[in-house]
């Protein structure tokens, strides 16, 4: 989704430590709110799908899998595994 992308080949993905990493990937095409890549996405990536002000590599975040409910309204944001 475009949701996941910090900029026009730049992906937002949670590690397993729940830091913001910036990952680069391969775009072969846009579609409306959908992204297709080539390649350059991690098999076990999680996509960070929520916008973060000021949102900084290695920033810790508390994760929820889509579909979720958070635990609070704070901090919360939604991954795609």
């Known amino acids: 989704p475009s949701t996941a992308f910090l900029d026009l080949d730049t992906v937002v993905l949670v590690d397993l430590e729940d830091r913001i990493r910036f990952h680069d990937v391969d775009v072969l095409r846009r579609e409306d ?4 890549i080539a390649g350059g996405l991690p098999v076990d990536a999680r996509l960070c ?3 973060i002000p000021g949102m900084t590599e290695g920033m810790r975040v508390s994760p929820r899998e889509e579909g ?3 635990d609070t ?3 919360a944001l939604t991954v795609k595994p």
């Open 68 to 70: 979720e409910e958070p």
């Open 73 to 75: 309204d704070e901090g």
């Open 49 to 51: 799908l929520t916008e």
């Open 33 to 36: 709110e959908s992204v297709l």
